[in-house]
């Protein structure tokens, strides 16, 4: 069973349109979260949800928007992609929100906008 | 934001070798971490050490937490090619606070 799901694996489209990443954990835990990683390889912390709520809201630009239905499941859309946008995103779940919770990552999402 | 500053970016070495990387800051932290990315995957939690001084083994890996708290150290000693990867290290200050992460160790290995 896969604990942090993420669908799709690969996602190649234009420029200007919009997207949505879905991610979904079956560990029961409160909190999830979306990362970037850039070309560069750098792991850089875009949201954090604590049981439906947001927390963590870094410089992120409005056109992404991350939505959580519940616990489990935590979506990122993003509006009007750039070339910039282009990274592979990872969805990840700790049990609680504290900074040592383990986190447990997704396979990750590689966006590429041509 | 902050970021830990982690050494080497990158390392090739022969099957066989030890491996150190490590971890550092101007800041104190108390808890820090270090994962490993396979390629293609996720992240994986190696190993977790919450006090200064500390030293913790998983299998070959061994990690310890500096005197300082403002770094952390990590061994891996005779490499196979499963050890290939993205190793990186992150931080916390504070329980309440989000991790801090470096910017990654490639670990590449010859044939």
């Known amino acids: 069973d896969t604990a942090v799901s993420q669908t799709p694996k690969y996602l190649v489209t234009q420029m200007g349109n919009d997207k949505s990443i879905k991610c979904e954990q079956n560990l029961g835990h409160d909190t999830m979260y979306w990362y970037k990683q850039d070309s560069k390889k750098f792991l850089k912390i875009m949201f954090s949800y604590n049981n439906k709520e947001l927390i963590i809201n870094e410089t992120v630009p409005n056109r992404f928007s991350p939505k959580s239905p519940d616990k489990a499941h935590l979506n990122l859309h993003i509006n009007s992609l750039e070339l910039g946008d282009s990274a592979v995103y990872f969805c990840?779940?700790?049990?609680?929100?504290?900074?040592?919770?383990?986190?447990?990552f997704g396979p990750g999402t590689r966006l590429t906008v041509l | 934001g902050q970021q830990l500053n982690q050494n080497p970016q990158s390392m090739f070495i022969q099957e066989g070798e030890d491996v150190s990387m490590n971890c550092t800051s101007s800041s104190i932290f108390n808890t820090w971490l270090w994962y490993k990315q396979d390629p293609g995957e996720g992240p994986v939690l190696l190993i977790a050490l919450y006090k200064a001084g500390e030293l913790t083994s998983n299998g070959r890996l061994t990690a310890q937490f500096g005197i300082t708290r403002k770094d952390s150290f990590l061994n891996i000693s005779a490499s196979i090619p499963s050890d290939v990867g993205i190793y990186f290290c992150?931080?916390?200050?504070?329980?309440?606070?989000?991790?801090?992460w470096g910017a990654g160790t490639k670990l590449i290995i010859k044939p």
């Open positions: 990840a779940s700790s049990e609680g929100f504290g900074g040592t919770d383990t986190q447990y």
């Open positions: 992150a931080g916390v200050k504070d329980s309440n606070y989000q991790l801090i």
